[in-house]
């Protein structure tokens, strides 16, 4: 989620009056760094899809992109944009920018000290891991779909939602004819996450909307647990039927018991 009431230690970069977002030589090396590292890993586990997203994208790789030229092809592909936001931003604005095909961008960079890992979602992770997908119809119908549907859902509601999309557009998986494929951004932005959810490791179950909806989650530890789409064209599928309806089944059936153990006490 690009979402979350904990405060930042991370401050987003602003835009100079032509609206040019200047990064340190630091924070483009750290860029450099990270793209150079994750193009080794997603040939061949990426699916299709979203390795022509990339193509498309044709990111820099010795510098951060600006959101505009990454904006450009998203526009032209399926009227997407990108939309420069602080570094974490409420539920609120969050399903509204979605609602809106605005993918939400924090102008960060993490700090060399996190370069593995950081909790919240920074610009390459937003950039390299979710802007290629948006290149997609189907993928990009169905998260405008739920930027609608969350944002007139209630707390509860959105809590059942936030698992479909932490199930599809953070950690999804797709069959195809090659094998199993990676198209979920929380997974391709981390190259260890990229190689442990194709392993022997995990569990694998087939893509169930009311199952995704009940299994609860932890954001700090690779997925014990993934959900397979047999085709994209499942995304587009979602954004047809009555969701709500499966999201009351969900909140009447309640939660999976978690497959990971307790987040201990700070
Ligand atoms: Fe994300």
């Known amino acids: 989620m690009s979402s979350s009431k904990k405060p930042s230690k991370y401050v987003a970069r602003e ?112 950039i390299f891991g979710h802007c290629a997908m948006l290149t997609n119809p189907a993928f990009a119908n169905f998260t405008q779909k739920y930027g609608e549907l969350g944002l007139n859902a209630s707390p509860k509601e959105r809590a059942y939602l936030a698992r479909l999309y932490w199930f599809t557009v953070e950690f999804g998986l797709l069959n195809t004819k090659d094998g199993l494929r990676i198209y979920g951004g929380g997974i391709l932005s981390s190259p260890k996450e990229t190689l442990y959810a194709l392993s022997e490791e995990p569990v694998r179950a087939p893509f169930e909307v009311v199952d995704t909806l009940r299994t609860p989650y932890r954001i700090d530890i690779v997925q014990p647990i993934y959900y397979v789409l047999s085709d994209l064209e499942e995304l587009q599928q979602l954004t047809e039927i009555d969701l709500m309806a499966r999201v009351r089944e969900a909140m009447a059936a309640g939660l999976f018991e978690p497959m990971f153990p307790p987040k201990e006490a700070a």
Request: charged share 30%.
């Open 15 to 126: 835009p100079n009056a032509e609206g040019f977002i200047a990064y340190t030589d630091l924070e483009h090396q750290t860029w450099q760094r990270l793209i150079e590292r994750q193009l080794k890993v997603v040939p061949g586990r990426a699916c299709d899809e979203y390795l022509h997203g990339l193509e498309l994208l044709n990111l820099p790789q010795d510098r951060i992109p600006q959101l505009e030229e990454v904006s450009r092809v998203l526009r032209r592909e399926t009227g997407w944009e990108t939309a420069r936001v602080p570094a974490l931003i409420g539920f609120e604005t969050f399903f509204r920018l979605l609602s809106e095909r605005k993918f939400p961008v924090a102008t960060f960079i993490r700090s060399p000290e996190e370069f593995d890992y950081l909790q919240e979602p920074d610009i390459f992770h937003e």
